[in-house]
């Protein structure tokens, strides 16, 4: 899998999984890092898992993020910028 982008509680990553609503119509897509944030995306009535996960992990990299990536924990507070 390619390399996911941070998640907002400040880890990257390994891994995403899905979870399928409205039968094949939307997934949830979450990280294995903490379990706190999920993001809603189109399956395209896909089917083959191994093209979901990519989905899965396409959706996660593209989903908008209102707060710059860090390299390093507690370098400043993503919210106060303090």
């Known amino acids: ?9 400040g880890k990257v990553p390994t891994d ?3 979870t399928l609503t409205q039968g094949t119509k939307w ?3 979450y990280p294995d890092c903490c379990g706190e944030w999920t ?3 189109r399956t395209h009535y896909e089917r083959d898992e191994m093209a979901l996960k990519k989905l899965a992990a ?5 989903a908008p993020r209102g707060w ?5 924990l507690g370098e400043e507070d993503n919210a106060t910028g303090e």
């Open 68 to 72: 710059e990536p860090t390299d390093a």
């Open 39 to 41: 993001i809603e995306t």
């Open 16 to 18: 995403v999984g899905f």
């Open 27 to 29: 997934m949830d897509v």
């Open 58 to 62: 396409d959706a996660w990299n593209s």
């Open 1 to 9: 899998m390619s390399e996911l982008k941070q998640c907002p509680c």
